[in-house]
């Protein structure tokens, strides 16, 4: 196989019917409105991203940075929301 191209591109209010449709294609759960304006909202653009192969997004990932509970430094950890590829695309 050959060297494959893969792109990462931000996700925002403009564009998050697109990750509405990734998330209902490759997951079995269905996630409400406040989930997706949660995203759209995100504060840090590399928390959530697209994957764009040949400049269609062909997968997504969301995420978001949590507290340890009960750590004494008070560190934090990412936590991976949702991590889909189109079938396609596997």
Known sequence: ???LS???GMINSDNIEQLKKINQACFPVAYGDSFYRD???KSDENLCKFAYY????I???CTRV????????????LYIMTLG???AYR
């Open 39 to 41: 995203m759209a909202k």
């Open 85 to 87: 590829v189109l079938a």
């Open 6 to 8: 893969v792109d990462f």
């Open 1 to 3: 196989m050959g060297k």
């Open 66 to 77: 949590e507290p340890i509970p009960d750590d004494p430094n008070g560190r934090t950890r």
């Open 59 to 61: 997968g997504a990932i």
């Open 54 to 57: 040949s400049g269609f997004a």
